[in-house]
């Protein structure tokens, strides 16, 4: 794995309709503090050409009403229903050394205790409980889920691109 580039880009949340109809958009946040997407506007889209300014007005159930730049009508909000949104490495928090970034995850090398490599971190995912990493590899017949906890997953060497696990009895 590379160094970490500052202008990495990192899905911070995403657009998923329109509320209401004067163009305010309901977005759902992915930051550990919800309220914090609005710190790192504007954001962009996956591929960094489109940027939005982003102005919360309310919490709604499940995410937040906002104000999208120049979107004035309920159409252009229903337009970007599903836009991801995106901020740069560089404008969010420094983590402290136990949290990671689940971008900074995914196409990690995943190893076992004994040293052999298992396959790569195809996902992260997160389904309320905990993070789960989606891990995908040749001796794995299509992926496995394994809970990112620290007696599942003991060592992540971002450095060296790898995390070390010690798999849970007939797990794979």
């Known amino acids: 794995m590379s160094d970490t580039n500052d202008n990495e880009l990192v899905c911070v949340g995403a657009i998923v309709g329109s509320y209401g109809v004067r163009g305010e958009v309901r977005i759902k946040s992915y930051c550990a503090v919800p309220e914090d997407i609005e710190t790192y506007s504007p ?3 996956e591929t960094g050409t489109k940027s939005y300014s982003i102005l919360l007005t309310r919490a709604i159930k499940n995410g937040f009403s906002a104000h999208i730049g120049d979107v004035e009508t309920k159409e252009q909000g229903d ?3 599903g836009t991801r949104l995106f901020a740069r490495r560089d404008q969010l928090p420094s983590l402290p050394d136990d949290e990671y970034y689940h971008a900074d995850l995914k ?3 995943v190893f076992d205790t004994g040293g052999t490599q298992l396959g790569r971190v195809k996902t992260v995912q997160n389904h309320g409980a905990s993070d789960l990493l989606e891990i995908e590899g040749p001796g794995i017949k299509g992926t496995a889920l394994l809970p990112f906890t620290l007696a599942a997953v003991p060592t992540v060497d971002l450095a060296a691109g790898r995390i070390i696990v010690d798999l849970p009895e007939g797990l794979l």
């Open 79 to 81: 337009d970007l229903r």
């Open 43 to 45: 954001l962009t889209d």
């Open 107 to 109: 196409g990690l090398a």
